[in-house]
């Protein structure tokens, strides 16, 4: 049964720090890319940060550049986002997601995913 299952939500002060983790079981722990989702109630979700499986590398939506850093440890099949000077905007349902294979779109593209988490709420207040 493919699963992911994230943890490490919460609330924190604007200039705080959290660090979210997903677990991923199943045909996810064998993906192709790992990525990060936000949304907002009434809002589209948007791309966080993305980290292609074999070669580590990493993508980032501008607005987190140098404040959020995705890396992964694959002994443990767990994709980590490591969140750092936290603003309000940063507030939202946050989601793992599991994309198997290269579709040939970007790594911000919901589409790309096949397997979504239960998320968890990251709430940062001013």
């Known amino acids: 049964q493919v699963q992911l299952v994230e943890s490490g939500g919460g609330s924190v002060q604007a200039g705080g720090s959290l660090r979210l983790s997903c677990v991923a079981s199943?045909?996810?722990?064998?993906?192709?890319?790992m990525g990060w989702f936000r949304q907002v109630s009434g809002k589209e979700r948007e791309g966080v940060a993305s980290?292609?499986?074999?070669?580590?590398?990493?993508d980032y939506t501008d607005s987190v550049k140098g404040r959020f850093t995705i890396s992964q440890d694959k002994s443990k099949n767990t994709v980590y986002l490591q969140m750092s000077s936290l603003k309000p905007e940063d507030t939202g349902m946050y989601y793992c997601?599991?994309?198997?294979?290269?579709?040939?779109?970007?790594?911000?593209?919901?589409?790309?995913?096949?397997?979504w988490g239960q998320g968890t709420q990251v709430t940062v207040s001013s």
């Open positions: 997601a599991s994309s198997l294979y290269d579709d040939g779109g970007t790594w911000d593209d919901e589409n790309e995913y096949q397997y």
């Open positions: 199943g045909y996810a722990a064998m993906s192709y890319a």
């Open positions: 980290i292609h499986t074999s070669t580590g590398t990493t």
